[in-house]
């Protein structure tokens, strides 16, 4: 079984901070998604990391995927409260699933 | 709405009762998904269809749990004798299909609490 652990669990930092969450899995695997969820909703996908040593920007967060594809991360520059949610990863167990296996999450709190 | 749409919001059922769950997929996606989310962990897969077959139903926990999806839209989930075990948020997802890598449109979930 593919497990995906993430960390830190919560983090709560102030406004305009930088952070960085991170996803490591215990297999080689083919392709990884970030998503980010907030309280009564369902999760929304921010980026499809495929390639290993790629790097995706999306405004002020930049998501790497490792160049051996077991883990990635999710750094957010000049934190803000509307980056407050959960950041889940998430994978497909071969290439070719259908189905994700998403980690526990990453909850963020940004204070003003 | 052109969302995922999942009814009801909340679901609150007595232990040893039977319910459904109602998920209504975008128009014209083909795979649709159901996950569940216990708190303080992120979903986890139940089971996937493909039109109206169930292409993969190995996350299943148990054969209290089934699901249809009779005319390739509309889709419920079914639990029997309700376990307080079971209380969760109860997400549906759906996407084009076809290919592993499009995107899945998740709805807002169904919170369920068995008492």
């Known amino acids: 079984t593919q497990l995906l652990e993430q960390s830190p669990q919560f983090l709560s930092i102030q406004e305009g901070e930088n952070l960085t969450v991170y996803c490591n899995s215990s297999?080689?695997?083919?392709?990884l998604q970030w998503y980010r969820q907030e309280p009564g909703e369902g999760p929304v996908l921010l980026v499809t990391?495929?390639?290993?040593?790629e790097v995706k920007k999306l405004k002020r967060l930049t998501f790497q995927f490792g160049d051996a594809r077991k883990d990635s991360s999710l750094h957010i520059t000049a934190a803000q409260p509307g980056d407050t949610g959960l950041y889940l990863c998430?994978?497909?167990?071969?290439?070719?699933?259908?189905?994700?296996?998403f980690g526990q999450g990453t909850r963020l709190t940004i204070n003003p | 709405g052109a969302g995922v749409s999942q009814t009801p919001s909340n679901k609150v059922t007595e232990k040893g009762k039977y319910v459904e769950l109602r998920c209504d997929p975008i128009?014209?996606?083909?795979?649709l998904y159901w996950y569940r989310q216990s708190l303080g962990q992120g979903p986890e897969f139940l089971i996937y269809?493909?039109?109206?077959?169930?292409?993969?139903d190995s996350g299943l926990p148990n054969d209290r749990f089934f699901a249809v999806r009779p005319e390739g839209s509309v889709s419920t989930l079914k639990i029997q004798r309700t376990e307080r075990g079971d209380s969760a948020v109860y997400l549906c997802?759906?996407?084009?299909?076809?290919?592993?890598?499009?995107?899945?449109?998740f709805g807002q979930g169904t919170r369920l609490t068995v008492v």
């Open positions: 997802a759906s996407s084009l299909g076809g290919t592993w890598n499009t995107e899945a449109f």
């Open positions: 128009s014209g996606h083909t795979a």
């Open positions: 269809f493909q039109g109206t077959g169930a292409a993969d």
């Open positions: 998430a994978l497909r167990p071969h290439q070719g699933a259908q189905k994700l296996v």
């Open positions: 990391v495929v390639t290993g040593g």
């Open positions: 297999s080689v695997f083919s392709s």
